[in-house]
Nanobody
Framework: QEELAESGGGLVQAGGSLTLSCAAS????????MGWFRQAPGKEREFVSYINWDGVRIGFADSVKGRFTISRDIDKITIYLHMNNLKPEDTGVYYC????????????????WGKGTLVTVSS
């Protein structure tokens, strides 16, 4: 069964850093673009970042530009979200996403979802 497994969430103080990981269970994801969405309490799920299958194309939401970076280990079929200068408004459940043929920068474009990992940023 094709799965995405997130890890790395936790509690961090504002201004701190955290790195999330998302490992794909199947080699079928090797040619998929992957990315991250997040959902804050009481809010809708929103796009955070994407990276295409070979790591050449990347994109970020305006709210995280300059603070977050994304990378990909092609051999391990794993992506990483490096989050710096975290703010309380970055708090939420972060979901890994994967899409084939399109960049996962909108919810309707996502074919696969992980179960999410919680990030809490204290002020």
């Amino acid at each position: 069964q094709e799965e995405l497994a997130e890890s790395g969430g936790g509690l961090v103080q504002a201004g701190g850093s955290l790195t999330l990981s998302c490992a794909a269970s199947d080699a079928a994801f090797r040619d998929h673009a992957m990315g991250w969405f997040r959902q804050a309490p009481g809010k809708e799920r929103e796009f955070v970042s994407y990276i295409n299958w070979d790591g050449v194309r990347i994109g970020f939401a305006d709210s995280v530009k300059g603070r977050f970076t994304i990378s990909r280990d092609i051999d391990k079929i794993t992506i990483y979200l490096h989050m710096n200068n975290l703010k309380p408004e970055d708090t939420g459940v972060y979901y890994c996403a994967a899409s084939r043929g399109v960049l996962p920068n909108e919810i309707p474009k996502v074919n696969y979802w992980g179960k999410g990992t919680l990030v809490t940023v204290s002020s």
